[in-house]
């Protein structure tokens, strides 16, 4: 709570808010812009410490890589190479993000020397044992879901979405609290369809980064499992000049260093 | 004492308003607390205790670590939900049945209590497999029911080819499924088979739902011990009453044994409950125990006043007469029954201490109420209803078929005391036999009657899977290193690697950091710092490094060892050639599996790859799923300490032991890498540790008691041959009893290790009874033979119609559902009839045989 207080202070300094009410979708693809496609592109490194209910702490590193394919806010790639555990050092996550069709994703596994596909029969799959879902990590594309405004104050517009595919997906509904100055998703609750939250994302600080506000510590909680995930970026930066060639298959084996040291 | 009854017999009146009031309290007492428990938070309500894990106290270790472990690996006692379906040719692998499972299983997820997250059913488990040419597919096995019976087959299929799933979820022969449903609480388990129930309900299908589990089981038992105490102890009342009126002819009279006994159970059963112990299995047994004690003493008043009263024409006088006679011997046997109840509580098992102690509380309270009362009644019916009292007992009593039996009884064993004695020996003979042959074994689940409906599923289930009754092998990785030998062997490892520039910082940190991992995370900042400066070659050189230093510390975690996964694969391989367990689920099967399904899913690549990295890959792509969670069942995130499940066909505790046995023998015979050690935990091995302790612990308490009653004896007898004498028929009952169960190949359980105790206290009653008056007559008469002929009369019909009235009075226990109850039933009536039998048979052949020894005093 002492968190979300900070990070309102800090938002309230981040810009003014406008005047004009606004449609759903505008708010809903704002907010899907300044999450996903700040830039043409950007890298940070991320630390994540996986906490479970019974407080035992695990963590992971990985430098994660962005490049956008247009300005439309639509197809995109990322590359994310782990760091840490050293164990699973050079393991390598890609994913290219589709409008027209599934995301494509791989997964390269040094030790075992395997490049694998992973079928995209459902994106709500943990992100490598953490609180977050790939789609959390990559963004859920915002046609999948029905958007609508329930409740409106000075700073915040609390966005209900629930989705087109309910069968596709473990939640009936999920509220935004999304910052009218940033368009940021400041919170993300998940509901299940007897109304009780199963899990809910805070973005917990906001930083001024090559103008762009960035989240750059957030939790994912599961009020079902009883953990959290904490991710903290640093070393973020916007408009690297990725090069397209190294979000293919070639690059999983042989890691860019270049671009991530 | 002769001084209480007196006040009795001249204030009766007052005895039975006391006693009256002293009940009424202790109900209220019981009541209130029971019905408004918020309104008398101060008092004890009635508390069921069901909970097999009570056989331990809560501070045993066993059941600290049980607690501990359970906690560590996130698990929860489970309500198993079996369906089988013996009609259809795919078993429950068609459209309809999967589509009733899963909308079964949907609904356990809302039924409150349900930890859903963990809830294993087919529609809310992964399945993981290869998608077509190097894809990997992560999946829910079953997310939607089926839409045809050929897909039903495919959900069975995938089910089967994952060996954490095949035999736990999915049959063995692949036609019946199990939900597994972790509930929060035990006690909420009644709740949520009553939710699923009324669920399955709604189903028309010709599918059989089993509902068994732990939790299922204890509820169940609850009930019946109710059912038992609301019952059979009645029944005994009922029985006991009718027998007694049956040789007293006179229903008003024997009224006041009834009112002794049930002043002395409700007393009793009050404190028990006052004072905060709970109703568990062996307490509920406390009023069926009091009820025939309670009237063995006034069953010897009666039968003495029945016989006196013509002589002395006179109620009161003749009380006084009576209460004379018997008073020391009835003393005396209400505390030798009370120490071998009492010695129950050196046992190290809270029930059976708590029963022991509040049956030997009910038998003293029995003993004063009916020292009292007895007389105070007496004195409350008007002296005219006694009028006809002895005429017609002088002829009938000893004409009576008892009566002439036990004449005949007292010839035989004048003229055959040779013959019974070598028949002893014989008998001893076969028992010492039997008694080697016992087989100490017990299995909770079997105290249900076999075609209890949780008996019959847990036979269904059996049958089909790889084993209902769950045990725990948790091995734990070699304590850490010392920090200092850590950073003796991190330095070591350095030269060896060429990383000579990083041994001044190990050297510097290793006085800083407080433990091996944060001496580490200190070199890595250093590095890490390093690196942010360097060119790009010798960033690579550093990293190199880096990874060299992150992997040091990795070894540290034992289960992401190949070597340890391997040798726990081949534990399961040799455990499953045991026979004793049905399945294992262990880590290693979790690498195995998912590096099968990375590698196209070809069997020969199910196995565990070579390097750490590898194994760490696997676990990580594992963890990709709907449930990364359930990694945490199997090993710590510190990958130190790992958890092996044992599914059991058998719950005996005899196989249980055995496996104990067979694990211990492997892990010596086939050293463990990284020095491994290991430890059980599960209910299934909470129950071996506790018949251990029951049975080394009953031994205790039995030849404690029994050199307490000896000594008894020797200071009653004022004679320790007498003393000895006191002890023979009771001790030769025990040894054919547990001949006897040896003999017929009856397992040695609870009940039966709590008998000995049990039939000390009661079966020295006889003895008792039958020596005192022995010694009291032979004053009268010149010799045994003559004296055999008055014992034989009044004193052995008492013991013999108590032998009757108690010995019936046990058998209301039949009637209970469990079989606990039935066990003590037959065996404590058989042990009452057999310790009367020694006692009328063999104490008169043994004095015939040494009469000059025993009598030596007397005659000189």
Redesign the interface.
Known sequence: MKNIFKLFLVLSFLGAVPAAAMDVMEVVKKANHVSYYKGDDGRAKVNMRII???G???VREFIILRKDDGDDDGKQKFYVYFN??????K?VFMVVKNMDRDDDRW?Y????D??????A??E???????HFF?EDVSGRGIQEDTHAIVEENDSTYVVESKPKDA?AVEFTSFKSWIHKATFLPIKTEYYDD?GKKTRSYTALKVEMIGGHPTVTAASMENH??G?KTLMNYSVVKYDVGLPDNIFSERYLRKAP??YL? | MIHISETATRRPKVFFWLSGLLSLIMISLVTLPSVWPTSFGLLNPLQIDTDPENMLSPDEPVRVYHNAQKKEFALYDMVVVGVVNQTNPQGVFNKSSLTDIHALADFATRVDGVISVDLMSPSTVDNIEPGGPGVVKFEWLMKEPPVNDAEALTVRDKAQNLPLLNGTIVSEDGKAIALYIPITAKNISYNVVEALKSKINEFNGDDRYHITGLPVAQDTFGVEMFIQMAISAPMAMLLIFLLMWYFFKKASLVVSPMIVAMVSVITTMGLLVITGNTVHIMSSMIPIFIMPIAVLDAIHILSDFYDKYPQFKDRKTTIQHVMKELSAPMLFTTLTTAVGFASLALTPIPPVQVFGLFVSIGVVLAWFFTITLVPAYIMLMPEESFADFGLDHSEGDSNSPLARTLNGLGRVTFCGAKMIIVAVFVLAGVAWVGVNKIVINDNPVKWFSPDHEIRVADRALNERFAGTYMAYLVLEGKEEAQLSQFADGLKLGMQSHGLLELIPDVETFSLEAKDAKELVNLLVQKIEQRMEIVSDEDWDKWDVALTWVGEYLGRGETFKNPDVLRYMSRLQDYLQSTGLVGKSNSLSDVVKTVHRELFMGRATDYRIPESRGSVAETLITYQNSHRPQDLWHFVTPDYKKSNMWLQLKSGDNRDMSALIDKVDQFIEDNPSPEGITHNWFGLTYINVIWQDKMVSGMAEAFIGSFIIVLIMMTFLFRSLWWGILAMIPLTFTISMIYGFIGLIGKDYDMPVAVLSSLSLGLAVDYAIHFLARSREMRKKFSDWKETSVAVFGEPARAIARNVIVVGIGFIPLLAAPLVPYQTVGVFISAILVLAGVATLTILPALIRSFESLLFKKDVT
Not at chain 1, 84 to 89: E, M, N, T
Not at chain 1, 109 to 112: A, K, Q, Y
Not at chain 1, 114 to 119: D, E, F, G, T
């Open positions: 479970d209910a019974q035992r702490e695990r840490k555990p050293a164990d699973v050092k393991m997964l596994l040094p030790g075992l395997l490049v694998k596909r992973i079928a029969s459902d709500r799959t943990s992100f490598v044992g953490s790939y069968k007897q079902q499992t953990g260093r270049k040291r």
